[in-house]
């Protein structure tokens, strides 16, 4: 069997199976195992073509680069989200974790199975296989790592960036430990759940001795496949949201809001962003039980167009003074929009819905919305932001924020570097 074309290129999955003679991946795996097809390649584990044409349509995004893939691009159709802590003694261990984890998630972003022992029937092969024959699906894969990461344990305390700061409880807080903190945070986004939780699942495999999962979460919005490309997504109270995000392709705005520069300190924090996440569940039997013209109020945009109160296009400006025929404000003075809306505190939301079934409890849907947003400082931006949405936003009577936590995100790695090299060799 040919391994090759002249110059190295790998063969695709779509001509492995052609030579291989195979036609369906369960015929695939049942018959030599994907490993067992590929192995000799010297590029064993491909999980689709490597050509660039096939490459955008399969949906692949660079790992390496300057920034972390995840954080201004356009946002998948999945999440699943991973906290970790870690369980060795000695930072030479963490940073051999982090060299292991970014050869890893290099190969989950291009498709490939991750390690090199897959076709051995004798062993436990290093990749889990539920991926084999999907495309990348647009995976990235962001890790941060959190205020408790700069403890004692490891000595990193020194390198502890001063704008990773402990959140302060907010009025309303009702978080749960389940939920709350870990070491280190591992945003996968793909635009297929399959793919991402395979992401996630062989990462923790990887981390097996050195990092124990804390809490995960999944998310989702709606698919390509379900229609209404490009239109701003819908959350679970059925509004969309995201409208007022600031423009990601605006590199002079991304520097001013979301990236943090090298000015803000630490050296190793350049081109990085902070992460807050907030796990926050709705009472969506309560809302929906309130009027449309209750919701709408609540938000400050009208439902269907996503327009501000009064107007008629979604990306019309929120027109904060204006005043109805009965004196008051348009925009209440407790809609969500009106207060969550600044020019100093302008944050990048990339948030998903969540569903974990019913609260036993109470009977009611565990479901909600899983809140990440990236900024360049979480004491001038996120903080003051959430402080005044947990003081006055109308939105707290539909929602209670039961998890928690920060993360620095790391600056993108440069082909071969790996994440965090900057802070654990600098
Ligand atoms: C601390 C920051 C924020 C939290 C927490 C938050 C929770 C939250 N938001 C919605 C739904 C919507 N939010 C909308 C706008 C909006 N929200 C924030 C910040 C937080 N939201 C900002 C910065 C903005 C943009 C304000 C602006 O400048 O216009 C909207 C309106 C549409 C939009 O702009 O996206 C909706 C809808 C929920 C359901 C929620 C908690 C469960
Ligand atoms: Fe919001």
């Known amino acids: 069997m040919h391994k090759e074309r002249e110059g190295g290129t790998p063969f695709s999955r779509r001509e492995v199976l052609k030579m291989a003679g195979v036609g369906g991946l369960g015929l695939l795996l049942g018959s030599v195992g994907a490993g067992g097809v590929l192995a000799g390649t010297g590029k064993l584990g491909s999980r689709s073509d490597t050509a660039s044409a096939d490459a955008a349509r399969s949906g692949r995004l660079p790992f390496y680069g300057t920034h972390q893939a995840g954080i201004v691009t356009p946002p998948q159709n999945f999440l699943c989200f991973a906290a970790f802590d870690l369980t060795v003694t000695r930072g030479e261990e963490v940073s051999q974790?982090?060299?292991?984890?970014?050869?890893?998630?290099?190969?989950?972003?291009?498709?490939?199975?991750?390690?090199?022992?897959?076709s051995q029937t004798g062993l436990p092969p290093d990749d889990t296989g539920e991926a084999v024959g999907l495309n990348p699906s647009n995976t990235s894969i962001t890790f941060g790592i959190s205020p408790s990461f700069f403890d004692e344990r490891f000595g990193f305390g020194p390198k502890r960036p001063a704008g990773l700061v402990d959140l302060p409880r907010f009025p309303g807080d009702n978080l749960r430990s389940e939920w709350c903190g870990g070491d280190i945070g591992v945003q996968v986004c793909a635009d297929d759940l399959q793919v991402a939780f395979h992401a996630i699942r062989n990462l923790t495999r990887i981390a097996r001795g050195k990092a124990v999962l804390r809490w995960t979460q999944e998310g989702f919005q709606r698919t390509a496949a379900a229609g209404a490309p490009g239109e701003?997504?819908?959350?679970?109270?059925?509004?969309?949201?995201?409208?007022?995000?600031?423009?990601?392709?605006?590199?002079?705005?991304?520097?001013?809001?979301?990236?943090?520069?090298?000015?803000?300190?630490?050296?190793?924090?350049?081109?990085?962003?902070?992460?807050?996440?907030?796990?926050?569940?709705?009472?969506?039997?309560?809302?929906?039980?309130?009027?449309?013209?209750?919701?709408?109020?609540t938000f400050g945009r009208h439902r269907d167009s996503g327009a501000p109160l009064g107007l008629k296009n979604e990306f019309d400006p929120l027109p904060l003074d204006a005043k109805g025929a009965d004196g008051k404000a348009v925009i209440p003075m407790t809609a969500h929009a009106r207060l969550a809306h600044s020019e100093t505190e302008r944050i990048l939301r990339r948030s998903y819905s969540y569903s974990s079934g019913l609260d036993r409890q109470t009977g009611q849907?565990?479901?909600?919305?899983?809140?990440?947003s990236y900024q360049r400082s979480l004491e001038k931006q996120f903080i003051p932001l959430q402080m005044r949405l947990a003081k006055q936003d109308k939105l707290n009577e539909y929602i209670t924020h039961v998890g928690s936590a920060v993360f620095a995100c790391f600056p993108g790695a440069k082909e071969g570097r790996y994440i965090g090299q900057e802070l654990f060799e600098g």
């Open 97 to 118: 974790l982090f060299k292991a984890w970014t050869e890893a998630s290099a190969k989950l972003c291009a498709g490939e199975t991750v390690g090199t022992q897959n």
């Open 232 to 297: 701003t997504p819908r959350n679970l109270m059925g509004f969309k949201d995201g409208t007022g995000n600031p423009d990601v392709t605006d590199e002079k705005l991304m520097s001013d809001l979301i990236w943090t520069q090298a000015s803000d300190g630490p050296a190793w924090m350049a081109n990085g962003s902070y992460m807050a996440v907030r796990r926050i569940r709705l009472r969506l039997e309560v809302w929906d039980r309130s009027t449309l013209g209750d919701q709408e109020a």
């Open 365 to 372: 849907l565990d479901a909600g919305l899983f809140f990440v």
